[in-house]
C-alpha cells in the first residue's frame, strides 16, 4: 500500500512562470490537506479538500493559487505567476476521515524553487 | 486561536542522554496533541499521540503526557541515540474548534545527537 505520493520532488521556476504540485492520497483516503514549510518555520495551513470539494481554503492565498482535488486523478496545488517568495517546501497530507482522531500521513513533499 | 509553541532549538546533545523538547498549546475547543518528526529531505512522520487529558503517547522510547492542567505536551526520550537527529514538531488539532481537520504546527525543533 503506497504512502501518500507528491511528484515532483523538485521543481525549479522562474518567476513569472506556473507551478503544478500534485499529490495522490493513500489507498482509501478521501481527505487532502496541502501545507507549505518555509525556510526555518513550521508548517503552514493552505487548503483542506475532499474529492471535488473545498474544505476549507482559509490559508490559501488570495491570489496566485488555486487547489483542486477531482473525482478522478490526483490533488493539484497549483501556482500561477511565480515569485520569489513561494520557494517553499509543499507537503500534502491524507487521512481516511478529519484529522481530529487520527492525525495524517504526509508525503515527502515538493521543493520549489523560484529563480 | 488554536496555537503550538514549541522550544526553540537547536537542540545538541550526547549519545545516551536524556531529551526533552517543551510544546504548550492554546485551544478553544478539544484538542489531539500530536509529535511528528522530520528527516533532512523527507516529509513529516507521525511519532506519537494523545487525544485527550493525562493520555500519554508513547512510540520508539519517545514519550509525552497530555496535560490539560498546564496546557503542555513535552517530549521527552530518556536515552537518545544518533539516528533520532531530525527535526521534532509538535502539533494539535481541535475537535471542537471551528477547524476541523487542520492541524496546527509550532515552529520545530532541531535535535542533533553526537556519538
Known amino acids: 500500500n503506497a504512502g501518500v505520493m507528491q511528484n515532483p520532488r523538485h521543481l525549479v521556476r522562474r518567476r513569472g512562470q506556473e507551478a503544478r504540485l500534485r499529490c495522490s492520497p493513500m489507498k482509501g483516503h478521501s481527505h487532502v490537506y496541502w501545507y507549505r514549510q518555509l525556510p526555518e518555520e513550521g508548517l503552514k495551513f493552505m487548503v483542506y479538500?475532499?474529492?471535488?470539494?473545498?474544505?476549507?481554503e482559509s490559508g490559501m492565498p488570495k491570489e496566485r493559487f488555486s487547489a483542486e482535488f477531482p473525482k478522478e486523478g490526483p490533488s493539484i496545488l497549483r501556482i500561477q505567476q511565480v515569485v520569489r517568495g513561494d520557494s517553499a517546501a509543499y507537503f500534502c497530507?491524507?487521512?481516511?476521515?478529519?484529522?481530529?482522531?487520527?492525525?495524517?500521513?504526509f508525503g515527502s513533499g515538493t521543493r520549489l524553487t523560484v529563480v | 486561536g488554536d496555537s503550538v509553541t514549541q522550544m526553540e532549538g537547536p537542540v545538541t546533545l550526547s549519545e545516551e542522554a536524556f531529551l526533552t523538547i517543551n510544546c504548550t498549546y492554546t485551544a478553544t475547543g478539544y484538542p489531539s496533541l500530536f509529535w511528528y518528526v522530520q528527516y533532512p529531505g523527507e516529509g513529516l512522520q507521525l511519532l506519537l499521540k494523545a487525544t485527550k487529558a493525562d493520555d500519554k503517547g508513547s512510540n520508539k522510547g519517545f514519550e509525552a503526557t497530555y496535560r490539560k492542567e498546564t496546557t503542555s505536551f513535552h517530549l521527552e526520550k530518556g536515552s537518545v541515540q544518533v539516528s533520532d537527529s531530525a527535526v521534532y514538531f509538535c502539533?494539535?488539532?481541535?475537535?471542537?474548534?471551528?477547524?476541523?481537520?487542520?492541524?496546527?504546527f509550532g515552529r520545530g525543533t532541531q535535535l542533533t545527537v553526537w556519538p
Open positions: 502539533a494539535l488539532s481541535d475537535r471542537g474548534g471551528s477547524t476541523l481537520g487542520r492541524l496546527y
Open positions: 479538500l475532499q474529492k471535488e470539494n473545498i474544505i476549507d
Open positions: 497530507a491524507s487521512s481516511p476521515a478529519g484529522a481530529d482522531n487520527h492525525g495524517y500521513t
